[in-house]
């Protein structure tokens, strides 16, 4: 069931997750009990854990606690491609 944020004049705001069916436009504060209004905002498009927002939060991260490297990354042992053809290409 997806969530819907209401707003408490009193408390702020608060999720509660309703079928679309089924979601009214007041809901009662989980707090004090007055009735709250529903609050419309922007849909979440992006999946929390996905790549493109680890890379955000890596890139926000950066700009206050940028990683110290100590030594390059270790070389790997593993050729890239295993295709023979490849070998006659240039090496940097
Ligand atoms: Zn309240």
Redesign the pocket.
Known sequence: MPLYWFH?????GFDLAFSMADVPAAAP??????S?KRQFGVAALIRPGSRAVRLIDATKRTASEPSVVAAPPPRRSVPISRNPLHRTLPRP
């Open positions: 408490c004049r009193a408390c702020g504060c989980p707090e004090c009990g007055s709250s």
